[in-house]
C-alpha cells in the first residue's frame, strides 16, 4: 500500500518513537526541558504529536537519549517532513483539531453517524445547508471555507489508493430533509451513487431496531497501514471533538460498532432503502399527514 504522506500522521508518529527512545534512555521529560531550555510542556506536546518539533530539536532530543546515525537522520527526516503543509492547511482557521490530517493518512475509517450524512458522502449544497444551520454564527465566507474542505476530502474515496469507508447511518439522517426537498433528493442519490464504490459500504440503522449500542453518539475509527502508527477513535461534539487512542478505549469503540453494523440493514437492502427515499422521502409522507411506516 501506497503511504499517504500526512504531516499529521509524521508528527504522531515522530512524538511516538521521541518518547520511546527517552523512556528507553531512563531520561525525565523534566530534564530533557532542562537541557533544551524549553518547558516541561512543550516536550510532552512534541511527544504526543500535538506540537512539530524542529529538525534541530530533534536532533538535540536524540542527543540526550544517545541515538545517532542513520537511526538519528531518519527521525530528522520525519521532523521535516511533518513540518510540510497539508492540502488543508489554507483552511485552517476554519477547522478545529486534527482530524483531516489524520484522515488523510488512514487506510480505512469505520463511522457512525445520528444525525449527518459524513462529510466524505455529502454533496456541497447539503454541506452548506448543514453548515449554516449548525452555526449561525460564522459568516459565509467561513461557510463557503468549510464547504471546500469537504469536498477536497472526498478526493480520498476516489483516488489511486483509496480509503475503506464503512459508515452507519441512523435512519434519522436520511429522513430529515436538510436543505429542502431538492437538496435532500440530490444527497440520497449521491449516497446511492457511493454505494457503487468497491471501497465504500454503508449501512441504515432502522428505527425500529430500537435501542442500540451506539445511543452515546456518532464516532469514527480510524485505521492506519504502518504499525507504528496506532488506531485512534475520534468521538464528535460542538467543540470539535475528542481523539482517543487507548487500547481499551479502542477496543470498545470498536465492539460498539459491530455490534451497530449487526443491528443494521444490509448494504444492498441499506441501498434499496436510500433509492426508494430518494424517490418518495419520509417528509414528503408527513406533509401529507401519511402514516410513516
Not at 512539530?52 to 545517532?68: E, H, N, S
Not at 445520528?114 to 444551520?133: C, E, F, H, S
Not at 424517490?279 to 399527514?289: A, F, N
Request: hydrophobic share 40%; net charge negative; proline share 5%.
Amino acid at each position: 500500500m501506497t503511504e499517504r504522506r500526512s504531516p499529521t500522521i509524521r508528527r504522531r508518529r515522530l512524538g511516538a518513537e521521541l518518547r520511546r527512545r527517552r523512556e528507553a534512555a531512563g531520561v525525565t521529560i523534566d530534564r530533557v526541558a532542562e537541557r533544551l531550555e524549553c518547558s516541561a510542556s512543550k516536550v510532552s506536546r512534541v511527544e504526543t504529536g500535538h506540537t512539530t518539533a524542529t529538525p534541530r530539536d530533534v536532533r538535540d532530543m536524540l542527543a540526550i537519549y544517545g541515538v545517532v546515525g542513520t537511526e538519528c537522520d531518519e527521525l530528522v527526516q520525519i521532523a521535516r517532513e511533518a513540518r510540510q503543509k497539508g492540502w488543508w492547511h489554507p483552511y485552517s482557521t476554519v477547522l478545529t483539531g486534527a482530524y483531516v490530517g489524520l484522515e488523510a493518512a488512514a487506510s480505512s475509517v469505520r463511522a457512525y453517524e445520528q444525525q449527518v450524512v459524513p462529510g466524505l458522502l455529502q454533496t456541497a449544497d447539503y454541506a452548506k445547508a448543514m453548515i449554516r444551520a449548525a452555526r449561525p454564527d460564522i459568516t459565509a465566507d467561513e461557510v463557503e471555507r468549510r464547504v471546500r474542505v469537504r469536498l477536497g476530502r472526498q478526493s480520498l474515496l476516489i483516488q489511486d489508493d483509496p480509503i475503506d469507508l464503512w459508515v452507519v447511518l441512523d435512519e434519522a439522517v436520511v429522513s430529515r430533509p436538510v436543505g429542502g426537498d431538492e437538496v435532500m433528493r440530490a444527497q440520497l442519490e449521491r449516497l446511492v451513487e457511493a454505494t457503487a464504490l468497491p471501497n465504500v459500504t454503508l449501512q441504515i440503522l432502522p428505527f425500529d431496531a430500537g435501542a442500540h449500542a451506539g445511543m452515546d453518539g456518532t464516532f469514527a475509527i480510524l485505521d492506519f497501514p504502518e504499525p507504528s502508527d496506532p488506531d485512534v477513535v475520534y468521538a464528535e461534539n460542538a467543540t470539535g471533538g475528542l481523539f482517543l487512542e487507548k487500547t481499551d478505549e479502542l477496543r470498545k469503540y470498536v465492539f460498539i460498532f459491530d455490534h451497530l453494523r449487526a443491528a443494521a440493514l444490509r448494504p444492498e437492502e441499506s441501498a434499496s432503502v436510500i433509492a426508494k427515499l430518494a424517490k418518495e422521502p419520509l417528509w414528503t409522507l408527513r406533509s401529507r399527514g401519511s402514516e410513516l411506516t
